[in-house]
């Protein structure tokens, strides 16, 4: 058993069966998570549950660096945690353990705009029961859910202002990242060569161009992600219209012209 996820068999295959079912199972869990921290958990147990969660994700990530070094298998170039998600992973923890709002809204549209393009075209190649295959899609899911899960079970929301913050922190990790490549010679954030296989690099043109693109996408991305809260925003000033119109009628018997 120890052999069967230590060994790396190279045998997943991009929208075969694997692919799918790991995605339903994760969500499904994630569905249950957020029903039950918004339905039946209390506040202790709805910031527990999400902190413990967090900290497995945390832990499969580590587990990776852990699991190289045993096999001798470890490379600098590959395995250190500097993928954003791999940052994340790490982070998120302490985030939901502080139930800090401002930090989550930050890693929302970095979660949100990066899984969902891991998702799609995942990069890794191990199958079930390998480390990686439970590592990718603990923290390619598993962050997404912790994401939707600050929004649904605790009312967070994001703003246009949380957007640019995001925006600019992650500018600022592409650049600390891209001269980690140069002293690693290595490729993490994709930010010296597009990455293997097929993806939505593939469509942004050549290298540093493509880099160029993204700030285009993730524009686009954040912009379409706070749309719902947006929207939410709306609803909530319109309902508050709507009482403060209701209690000026049960008070002075008509409607308050100025607000109408």
Known sequence: MIDSI?????TFVRFGPEHWISLAVWWSIGIIIMYLGRNQWNETQQKKCIFYFALIIA??????IF???????????????????????????????????FGWSIM???ICA???????????????????AIRYWAVHVGLPIIAIYGAVVYGWRVTWKDALFSAIGLNLIALVIYFANLIFDSNYMYLNAKPPGVTIYSI?????WYILSLEG???ILFSLLLIPFEWL?????????AIHQTKAIDENGEPDKFDL
């Not at 230590?6 to 190279?10: E, K, S, T, Y």
């Not at 832990?59 to 990776?64: G, I, N, P």
């Not at 070094?69 to 502080?98: A, K, R, V």
């Open 6 to 10: 230590l060994a790396d068999n190279n």
């Open 59 to 64: 832990a499969t990530q580590l587990f990776k």
């Open 204 to 208: 942004l043109g050549p290298w540093p």
């Open 114 to 132: 990066g899984t969902a393009q891991a998702m799609v075209t995942p990069t890794h190649i191990e199958a079930f029961p390998n480390y990686e």
């Open 67 to 101: 699991a190289r070094l045993y096999l001798g298998t470890f490379d600098i170039t590959t395995d250190l945690p500097l993928e954003l998600c791999n940052i994340m992973s790490l982070i998120m923890p302490f985030i939901m353990l502080n139930k800090w709002r």
């Open 233 to 241: 925003s709306y609803l909530d000033k319109k309902n508050e219209k």
């Open 108 to 110: 929302f549209f970095w």
């Open 217 to 219: 996408v993730i524009f």
